[in-house]
């Protein structure tokens, strides 16, 4: 067990109430070695120390415990794991979005490519079937006319042949860029069920917490009467200076907020100190409060 300015670190410090090393962070006045020891911490008021009844001391205690759940509360609609899966979801939506409009313009690219290739593939038919005619007809007479007009008929089914192999070719491609256009559009609505789902369970979490909150003011409304404003404005003030813990109580002789064993000098000047006195730890900093487990 390690010894801290005469004082004994208790085995499990940190569980609970913040760990007294936080508070020190960055606050030269708060250092250990630097600060008188044992010495009384009246708390300043306009018309000399604040004092509190045991009672209002009690009750600030209440206060205390009410503002941790609120904080706690607070915290845990901040961490709901739906807030995470929402931001996830909306990751993967703008992914799916892009993605999307880059095979919607391929397809639609490849589909002007198909009918450049139709009409193509049209004109070579028509002059083929114009060719055909005048074969037929027997207008023709010249061998030689003649010759070079099969020759160009062939030529004109080789083209066809080449251009709807081409054309195929692209109907495949065609083919390929609606499936995933086909799919995205499926993975998108996928993913707008998984939003609206999860933004339901985040909105049921969120009413749930409402709940607590609000179970959590009206007791809080209940106990603010018992304490007096003055006080109470010390409260918030000290709350503010140390990470929302303003208040702890003494149990078996260790401050509940450093988790730190009281010294006997400690002991004898809490003992000596009316009870009507605020005390405050010499260590954390908080207002410390005596219970009937204080053991003193
Ligand atoms: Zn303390």
Redesign the pocket.
Known sequence: MALVAGRRRSAGAGAGIAH?ERHYGGDPRLNRGDRPRDRPCPVPSRGGPLKASPAEQARLLDLQAIDQTLAHLEHRRRSLPEVAELADLAAQQQSVRSELVVAQTEASDIAREQDKLESDIDQVRQRMTRDQQRLDSGAITSAKDLESLQHEVGSLHKRQRDLEDVELEVMERLEEAEKKTTALGAEQSRLADAVEETERRRVAAHAAIDKDVEFAQRQRATVLPDIGQELLAYYEKLRSQLDGIAV?SIKQRR?D??R?DLSATDVDRIRAAAEDEIIR?E??R?I?VRTAESGL
């Open positions: 007294p702890v401050c907020g450093c730190l730890c260590e954390c908080r410390q």
